[in-house]
T-cell receptor, first 114, second 112 residues
């Protein structure tokens, strides 16, 4: 079974630009979560989508947004990029098992803002 | 107080030894607990999940959960140099849907 895929793997943008990242979950997984990982803050939750609905949102400014499509693929968008947005953006898809839910991460998109 | 706390390490153990990684969490209603391994430059890889008090074993890995003490640990038996990585503890609360709260991770170094 193919894992979570994310595109692009690397991005270089300049301040003020916007960026869209894409995530395809594991086949059959309907929940997609997004995280930001930085050396200073670690892994932080951005938002989670299930059946095209945002179910949960982390403590990030409104510049960060996302959406999910009917095939469970998800995109996240960051507008008006700031230097501090440089990070590894991780997408995770999840499935509910008998005991609970497990999240599996994609390889991530490394965003550098200059 | 951080929601999920881990010692940042590094934790250094010789090859073949048992590595013990610890994690405490602050939300008493947390229900699901996970250990992820992250190699430098890679994404986190799920290695263990645990949902009830006690031990759960999978190969060389054992996860231990004590909800009364709000404590979860990961033991790695017969540690190998390939186990050298950062180990992230993650917690999911009921009603939090798929929101995982991560600790900052413990760096493990296994020397040959």
């Amino acid at each position: 079974k193919a894992g979570v895929t994310q595109t692009p793997r690397y991005l270089i943008k300049t301040r003020g630009q916007q960026v869209t990242l894409s995530c395809s979950p594991i086949s059959g997984h309907r929940s997609v979560s997004w995280y930001q990982q930085t050396p200073g803050q670690g892994l932080q939750f951005l938002f989670e989508y299930f059946s095209e609905t945002q179910r949960n949102k982390g403590n990030f400014p409104g510049r960060f947004s996302g959406r999910q499509f009917s095939n469970s693929r998800s995109e996240m968008n960051v507008s008006t990029l700031e230097l501090g947005d440089s990070a590894l953006y991780l997408c995770a898809s999840s499935i509910t098992l008998a005991g609970g839910d497990e999240q599996f991460f994609g390889p991530g998109t490394r965003l550098t803002v200059l | 107080q951080k929601e999920v706390e881990q010692n940042s390490g590094p934790l250094s153990v010789p090859e073949g030894a048992i590595a013990s990684l610890n994690c405490t969490y602050s939300d008493r209603v947390s229900q699901s607990f996970f250990w992820y391994r992250q190699y430098s430059g890679k994404s986190p890889e799920l290695i263990m999940s645990i949902y009830s008090n006690g031990d759960k074993e999978d190969g060389r890995f054992t996860a231990q959960l004590n909800k009364a003490s709000q404590y979860v640990s990961l033991l790695i038996r017969d540690s190998q140099p390939s186990d050298s990585a950062t180990y992230l503890c993650a917690v999911n609360s009921p009603g939090g849907f798929q929101k995982l709260v991560f600790g900052t991770g413990t760096r493990l170094l296994v020397s040959p």
